[in-house]
């Protein structure tokens, strides 16, 4: 698992992104990858899986 910050998320629009605890690496979430609602500044875990335009974050989940 890693950590991080939801540096932005869209709720109409359903994405965002996070930014990553230990190497600032950003990366996409999509609303499907959430297990639980996010907002801007929350801190998180994730899991990294290969999209179609690099890594996303999936299985979300508030810290």
Do not use: C, P, S, W
Request: aromatic share 12%.
């Amino acid at each position: 698992m890693n950590n991080g910050t939801v540096k932005f998320f869209n709720d109409l629009k359903g994405f965002g992104f996070i930014k990553e605890d230990n190497t600032d690496q950003e990366y996409f979430v999509h609303v499907t990858g959430l297990v639980h609602e996010i907002q801007e500044n929350d801190k998180v875990t994730f899991e990294l899986q290969e999209g179609r335009k690099g890594l996303n974050a999936i299985n979300v989940k508030r810290a």
